[in-house]
Every structure is written in C-alpha cells, then in structure tokens.
C-alpha cells in the first residue's frame, strides 16, 4: 500500500541508499498496478547508484527507462512519482485501487424474494436447481437472461469443454517437405551426402509451413449488453485458454485490453477490471467512437490485420451511425473476417434496426447469434472454420 | 573518437552533433544502455526516429551498424550463421573429381565446416566483432518475427556468445550497443523486456520538431521550419488514422524546400499534402475541418 512506503520516504531519504528508496517505490508502483519484476528493480538500483537521486530527471527518466515496459502504465507511474518523490496528493491514486464492483449478474427470480438471508435462500431453491442440473439440454439453449446464477454457473463450467481450432494461413516459415517442391533444402541435402561419401544421392525439400490467424474478441460491455456480458467473457476466456494468438479488447464505453486478465486471471475479476476504469457507465454506448479507438491503436497497425475479428455487441449506439459505419468499414479492410455477434438476433422477428446495427451490417462478413451457449458452441465452430 | 559518457547530458550533446535531437528520455535510456551494458527495446509510432536513433548512436561510437530486420519466418539460418551449401556442394564435387581417398573422409568432413563456408549473419557479426570501436546492433522491428525468434534472440542477448557446433563457441569481446525497435503490432515477450531498458518513443514537442526540422532539411529558413512543425502538431490534434511522425515532418519540409516555398499556405498544403498524409480519409479530413486549425497553428506560430 502507498501509505506504507509514503511514511517511511521522509525521513529515511535522508540516510537510506538508493536502493531503499528503488524498492520503496516499486512497491508503490505495484501499488497502483503496475507489474515490476525484481529485475527490473535492480536495474532501477544500479542506474540510481550511477546517477544518484538528487536530480528530479534523472531519477524520473531512469525509472521510466528501468522499470516499465508498456506505455500503458505511463499514468499510473507518473501518478506513483508524484506521490513518492514529490510528496504530491495521492488523490488519483485512490481511485485506480479499490475495484469498483458492479454486478452484471442477470436478474436471477431468487434474487426478488426479499429474503435477506442468501445461503437461506440457496437451500431453499436447492432442488429446483438440481432438475435443471440435469436439464443440459435444455440449458444449452436456454436465453442468458433467463438463466439464474446457478445455472450460469453451470454453463461458464461448460464452456471450458469447448473447442476452439485455428483458421491458418501460410506463414513464411520453410519446413522440410516430403514431396519435392521448387525450395530445395541444400542443408539436409548435404548433411545426407557425407552419409554418403559426399555424393548428394537424395535431394531433400522445404515448403511453407502454414500458421494460425490471430483471433481478436471485441466485447461490448455498455450498460445494454449487461445480461450478456458476463456469459460472453466467459466464451472470451475459454477462446484465449483453448488456443494461441487470440487478443481480447472490451469495446462499448471504452478500450480496454483484457487479454492477460483472461490469460490467468478469474474472468470476472477482467470483466470487473474493465467495468472499474469506465468512467461513466450510464454514459451510453460509444460503439463507433472505442471501435476507433480500437482501429488506431491495435487493429489497423497489425492486431487485426490478416485476422479473425469478432464483434461481440448489440448493435445499440448513441453515436452517429456515419462513424460506426466508417470505422467497420476501415476495420473490415484489413481483417481476414469480420464476424459480428448479435445475442438479440434469436428474437423472434429479429431486424437489425438499431442504427449502429444497421450502419455496421454491410461491412460484416457473418452475422451469428450469441444469447446461448448453443449459439456460442456455432459461434465457436464459425470462428474455427 | 567515442568515450563513455558521464551524464545523460554528455549522450544529448554527442547525438547532436550527429544529427539526432534527443529528448531527456531517450538520452537517458541511451545513457544507461551504454554504461549498464543493457539491449535497448524502443517502441512508438512509426516515423518517430527509432531506427534512426540506431543510426546516429552507430556513428557516434564510430562502429558499425549492424541491421537485423525482421520479418515473418526469420529463423537462425538468416539471424545467426548458415552454411554455404552451394559451395560445400561444389567443394565435395571437386574432391570427387581430382580422387580423394576414402581414408581421407574425416579430413574432408573437417574442411567442409570450416570457417570459409560459413556464411557470418548479423547476430554473429555483431558477437563477433573484431574492430576498435563499439559495434551497434539494431534488430529492427522484432515485433514482426514470430515468438519463438524471440526466446533465441533473448538467448544470444542474455550472453552475448554463440556456439556454432563445428566451430566452437564465439564470445563477443565487447558486446555491442543493442537496440531493439517495435511497431508493437503484438506484445513483445515479458522475458525479452526484462532483459532490455525501454523507452516509449512519443512525438517531439513544436521547439524540438523545429530544430529537427532545420537540423536536417538542408537551407530551410527558421520561419518555415516553424511553421512545417506547427502544422504537423496539429494535424496530430486532429484525431487522424496515421498521425504524421517526424520523418513526415522532415519529408514535407524536404518537398517545401524544393518547391522554393518560404511561406505555408493553404494552396501549397493541399498541393503537398501527400508527402505528409498517406490516407485518403485523412488528406479529406485535413481539407474539409482541419484546415482553419492549421493555418491558426501557422499563424501562432
């Protein structure tokens, strides 16, 4: 915690080396985020030994080079060195610490029964749930808005069974070739001919070698998609799981990358990491406006390039239509395919008349349902063929 | 001649007088790469001098340059070392043709994986460096190889010695300068930022982007190099696909200068607008709003 470390700078400055005060503030660092690996510290020390601490830059600009190694956690550390060196308020500091908790559960019956006591409550509803357990079937299809936690629950376990297996493409990658092709492998050619006093008897041969598309998930998680943003993290945390190269952004209030929250982490606690640095989660949805965000920062200069993208939203946007119409188009450019998830496509008499929808449809190469973890399992199938 | 430098201070005068105006960052990245010994991993916009840092620190030392490009695919082969099998063919042909005896195989074996047929990649240049200054290696745009280039690139940067089998171990006796460029298409591996100091490389402030400007556009005027580097500063406050970098900058003034061209106005921005803004959408956007911001920023300027 930053109290910590804030306390014990004052005094000690004074009489400490560097390296308490390297160490002091990697741990404020971590603090508010930031992954500093020890290695990193070291370098901090070593460079702090070399230049010493009395010069505001110098110690600014060797942190900033030794200890970070992604300009996102330029924020967070120009917040943490005002606090730690510059005796600064920490008021932008509290903020970024406790995540905030928003539940996106769906509205599950047990939860209108007025019962205070919920472990009362659980008990009480315990057989009902257990004929559902059984009911898979019928789960699978079953709307998420309709599912109560326990059988939420039950399908987030479900969704670990599913398989996810790459669209590939030809890499420029040379293999050894059983067949003959126009690449001869001089190299195996002539390790086989000292095999045979020096006479290349067998030609040997390399061809390319083929390699998976990048798959990218873009998930809306504005205030419309509640119901369905839960389960659909969960389908984002099985993909980045069950295969390699896929990246996860949540999209719809603002950017945020969540793939390495969804590498190891709880997926809730991403989805809540990602709830937690919207500022205004009543704000609406800014579908077109954080698609773009997506294109200049990611998409356009390689995530999405040659890749499988998938959008996984509603369609609502306050946005103009003209801007969600032009970034699709641009983001459409550069992808292998463009897929778009719907999880209100299913309803019955379904039109993609909400003018997000409509202006993002004619840059989309497929458009799919995503309400159930049947749709998801086609989902699946879609994004793997 | 090159001597260590004693403070960030004395790396941003010696890159100057090369032709490269660093900000405090970069000076002090390249301060402590050079007396830590560390890879340098500089990641930022393209066009925003990462390559050319490169460059000028080359020169600086006095050494050579030593490129890596990166690219798809890239493997030991064309990173490290390879041997040249047309010539050991050639040489087995030879050998064949004027009788060498079965007996002398091993012999044969011996000179085939010499080092006459070893073809010497970037990576060993850079290790095996013999000359009197510090060489610099630039493996450029690591971000395009593929992930397992970069656990064998973090091997050879981890101690700067390499072991070819038929030869034995090569240990660099001063290990380069090295720095490492990315576009960050996709992450660089945790373990390869580790080893190196990073430096996120941003867009120079106005002052900066004139003394680049007239630095290195030969005979451009202060004025123009002023107004140059005012309106690039806005058409990056205008939210475009591909804000310009500073070799657009550099290029635009270039085109001016030839152009004869001692004052920016609207006319001669829309007529050269394509050495700048490489999309479309972008030169519509700079020509339909951006336009009265621009000519604003000339006239602050």
Known sequence: ?385 | MFSHPATPDDVRVALAEQGYLPDDGIAMSVFLAVTMGRPLLLEGDAGVGKTELAKALASWTGGELIRLQCYEGIDATQALYEWDYTRQLLHLRTAEAIGVSATDGAALEDELYSDRFLIRRPLLRAIGYDGEALPVLLIDEVDRADDEFEAFLLEVLSDYSVTVPELGTITAATPPLVVITSNRTRDVHDALKRRCLYHWVAHPDLDREVEIVRLRVDGIDEILARQVAAAVAAMRDLGLYKPPGVAETIDWGTALGKLGTSILDETTIAATLGTVLKYREDQDRVTEVGIDMIMAAIEGA
């Open chain 1, 1 to 385: 915690m930053p109290e910590v470390a804030l306390t014990s700078t004052a005094e000690e400055a004074m009489r400490t080396p560097a390296e308490r005060m390297a160490v002091g503030f990697a741990r404020v660092l971590r603090g508010v985020g930031v992954s500093v690996p020890v290695s990193r510290v070291t370098n901090f020390v070593e460079a702090l030994t070399r230049l010493g601490i009395d010069q505001r830059d110098h110690v600014y600009w060797a942190g900033r080079s030794t200890l970070l190694g992604d300009p996102e956690d330029l924020t967070a550390y120009d917040r943490a060195f005002a606090v730690f060196w510059e005796h600064r308020s920490a008021t932008g500091l509290s903020v970024q610490l406790p995540p905030i908790t928003i539940t996106l559960a769906t509205d599950a019956p047990e939860d209108d029964d007025g019962d205070p006591d919920g472990d009362g409550q659980r008990e009480a509803h315990g057989p009902t749930l257990r004929v559902r357990y059984s009911d898979v079937e019928t789960l699978r299809e079953k709307d998420f808005v309709q599912c109560s936690d326990a059988e939420l629950a039950e399908l987030h376990r479900l969704m670990g069974s599913l398989k996810f297996t790459s669209t590939t493409r030809p890499s420029r990658r040379l293999v050894p070739a059983r067949k003959r092709t126009r690449r001869p492998d001089l190299a195996r050619t002539v390790r086989r001919a000292l095999a045979t006093g020096g006479e290349p008897i067998r030609r040997e041969f390399r061809a390319t070698d083929r390699r998976p598309r990048r798959l990218v998930l873009l998930l809306d998680v504005s205030g419309s998609m509640e119901p369905y943003a839960r389960a659909l993290i969960r389908f984002a945390h099985a993909a980045v799981v069950g295969r390699t190269r896929v990246e996860a952004f949540t999209i719809g209030t603002r950017l945020t990358r969540v793939t390495r929250e969804l590498t190891s982490r709880d997926p809730d606690a991403a989805l809540r990491g990602a709830a937690a640095s919207v500022q205004d989660w009543s704000g609406g949805t800014r579908l077109g406006q954080t698609l773009r965000e997506f294109n200049d920062q990611w998409g356009v200069r390689g995530h999405a390039r040659g890749a499988v993208v998938v959008v996984l939203s509603d369609g609502w946007d306050r946005g103009t239509p003209e801007l969600l119409s032009e970034q699709m188009e641009r983001l459409h450019r550069v992808t292998y395919r463009l897929v778009w998830v719907n999880p209100l496509k299913h309803t019955p008499g379904y039109a993609p008349l909400a003018r997000g929808m409509a202006a993002a449809l004619p840059h989309v190469d497929e458009f799919v349902e995503g309400h159930s973890f049947d749709s998801l399992t086609r989902l699946a199938e879609v994004i793997s063929a």
